[in-house]
């Protein structure tokens, strides 16, 4: 509402009369802000169809990343820690064609390929943590063996329990073929679980896979 974009405003003003005595807590002041203005923007996206409420999550992604180089100063490095779908180039499955961005995308684009390492994960079966829908609890559920003829498959039957996928020139063909990624995320229906590949071309998404045979479920602290 135009309340909450005033509200947010203010204190975006506020955090910026802090001046640089105390840098981590203007620092902070300033990303609670914006965290504000951002929510209001992602949940209005979601009022209408098309892909601006996940662009507007993404791009805050992407400049939550670069106000905190800017903060650590000039050749800080990080590790981002999100989903394969945010950090694995968009580009390179359908969501570009949605018109859909991600912040491994962005950040390549910005950055330079050369500067920027993505890492996925993949596993072939076992169990998750995660819920049948949003907003329910989370539950342990089993991830059925991976469809024949996905990444998953392929890695599997590269006869490695554990493996890193290291995405260079001498990668088999078979690597570099279009085809099923599974993405499970919060929301997992192992019923279901042919609907949750990502037709993907590995190599472009990736610089490398780590790749787990058998994965267990998270256990969530209280």
């Known amino acids: 509402s135009g309340s909450v974009a005033r509200v947010a405003a203010r204190l975006r003003d506020l955090a ?3 001046g640089e005595d105390g840098r981590k807590a203007h620092f902070n002041a300033k ?6 203005v951002q929510a209001e923007r992602h949940f209005r996206g979601m009022a209408t169809p098309g892909p601006d409420s996940w662009n507007e999550r993404a791009r805050n992604f992407k400049r939550t990343v670069e106000r905190l180089a800017d903060f650590h100063g000039g050749g800080s490095r990080g590790v981002i820690w999100a989903h394969n779908t ?9 969501m570009a064609d949605s018109g ?11 950055q330079g390929r050369e500067n920027v390492f993505i890492l996925g994960f993949s596993t072939y079966f076992g169990t998750v943590m995660a819920g049948r829908q949003w907003g329910v609890p989370g539950q342990v559920m089993g991830v059925p063996a991976a469809l024949p003829g996905s990444y998953e498959d392929l890695m599997r039957l590269a006869g490695h329990e554990r493996a890193l996928f290291l995405h260079e020139a001498d990668v088999p063909p078979a ?3 279009p085809r099923g990624h599974r993405a499970k995320g919060v929301v997992y229906n192992p019923a279901r679980d042919h609907d949750y590949y990502v037709p993907t071309r590995l190599t472009d998404r990736y610089d490398a896979v780590i790749f787990i045979e058998r994965t267990s479920a998270l256990s969530p602290h209280d």
């Not at 990303?31 to 504000?36: E, G, I, M």
């Not at 859909?100 to 910005?110: A, K």
């Open 16 to 18: 910026d009369e802090i």
């Open 31 to 36: 990303q609670n802000a914006l965290v504000v």
């Open 86 to 94: 945010h950090v694995g180039d968009a580009r390179a499955t359908p």
């Open 100 to 110: 859909m961005v991600n912040i491994g995308q962005m950040l390549r684009e910005r």
């Open 175 to 177: 690597m570099r073929t």
